[in-house]
């Protein structure tokens, strides 16, 4: 079984909260947060044993000093599968939303737009396998253990993966900034796949032409595009802000 080193308070939380197996909690000694606590009880709850290190050990082990004093060590992240998320959505009886990655290469904006999906009530996060960041500890770090609580499939082809979405009903909006609508036009109540492109070069063609409509962000001055995990987030709030009816 392959094993990983989880590290921060709410990436260990939810780990230890999933179904993961967790094997070793390690704390640094004399570490004070009140959130300890919490973690050494769910940890007993799990039968997962606690050892005590000191902060430069757990930062070897980590491969990082932004490890907050707690780190686990814990099975390798499972992806779900495609048909797993719709199946989900279609349980939830929810207008479906999905988010979908072409190419995000940095973790830390993947972590983010795994965050934003989670907050925003996505049913899933769909990445690509190839040329596109995974979700690693950094990403379950920046994603604030978010990784734990919305499924992530991993597929090997985003084209397709957009068909078989289309199929099942949904709508699939792709992010472009040079597109004539804004994203503040379109109705997004109903089953939507929200596509975000890698961080320089965007939706990649073949990907742009299985999107039903291209939609941007309005900007004024500054520069010429936002972050992508900041666009990511505008247009998932902007489904929720819609669906909330106001």
């Not at 073949?206 to 962000?217: G, H, M, N």
Request: glycine share 10%; proline share 3%.
């Amino acid at each position: 079984m392959k094993e990983e080193i989880v590290y921060g308070f709410n990436p260990v939380m939810e780990a230890l909260r999933s179904s993961r197996r967790a094997f070793e909690l390690f704390v640094a000694a004399g570490a004070r947060d009140n959130r300890l606590e919490r973690l050494m009880r769910l940890a007993a709850d799990k039968g997962v044993p606690v050892r005590q290190r000191e902060k430069g050990d757990i930062a070897r082990l980590c491969g990082t000093d932004h490890h907050q004093g707690v780190a686990l060590r814990v099975e390798s992240f499972v992806y779900a599968e495609t048909a797993d998320i719709l199946a989900r959505w279609r349980e939830s009886g929810e207008s479906g939303l999905l988010l979908v990655l072409d190419g995000v290469q940095d973790p830390h904006n993947l972590g983010a737009l795994i965050r934003s999906a989670a907050c925003a009530g996505a049913h899933g996060v769909i990445i690509p396998m190839d040329r596109a960041a995974h979700v690693t500890p950094a990403v379950e770090k920046a994603s604030a253990g978010a990784v734990e609580t919305v499924p992530i499939a991993q597929v090997t082809n985003v084209a397709r993966t957009l068909e078989e979405l289309k199929d099942a009903g949904f709508w699939v909006y792709g992010a472009d900034s040079a597109a004539a609508v804004s994203v503040f036009d379109q109705d997004l109540k109903g089953n939507v796949a929200l596509v975000i492109g890698s961080e320089g070069e965007g939706i990649r063609p073949l990907v742009k032409k299985r999107c039903d409509i291209l939609v941007k962000i309005p900007l004024k001055g500054g520069v010429s595009s936002l972050n992508a995990s900041v666009s990511g987030g505008i247009f998932l709030f902007e489904a929720v802000r819609q669906r909330a009816g106001r």
